[in-house]
């Protein structure tokens, strides 16, 4: 069965750092693009990058610019999600989704989630 465990999220001071984990099982995820999306509350999830079966990364929103990256280890069948210089406005609830073929901007076409992990950037 297809599983995607989300980690590493937490409270963290503006200006600060986090790297968020995507756990795979049940599949092999060489295969697989990877997206990470997050949702804040009352709005509507959107998405932040996507990494590609062969390591290329794409970002699809222009405030993490210059500040977070996307990363994956097949090894491990994990991919990390690494944030810095964090800001109020990365709080959210961050989620990995995972696609056979291609890295998509729009969350509806990803069909396997996980239960999503928690970033609160707060002093």
């Known amino acids: 069965q297809l599983q995607l465990v989300e980690s590493g999220g937490g409270l963290v001071q503006p200006g600060g750092s986090l790297r968020l984990s995507c756990a795979a099982s049940g599949f092999t995820l060489n295969y697989y693009a990877i997206g990470w999306f997050r949702q804040a509350p009352g709005k509507e999830r959107e998405g932040v990058l996507c990494?590609?079966?062969?390591?290329?990364?794409?970002n699809y929103a222009d405030s993490v610019k210059g500040r977070f990256t996307i990363s994956r280890d097949n090894a491990k069948s994990t991919v990390y999600l690494h944030m810095n210089s964090l800001k109020p406005e990365d709080t959210a609830i961050y989620y990995c989704?995972?696609?056979?073929?291609?890295?998509?901007?729009?969350?509806?076409?990803?069909?396997?989630w996980g239960q999503g992990t928690q970033v609160t950037v707060s002093s």
């Open positions: 989704a995972a696609d056979p073929s291609l890295c998509w901007y729009n969350p509806y076409e990803y069909d396997y």
């Open positions: 990494i590609t079966s062969g390591g290329g990364s794409i």
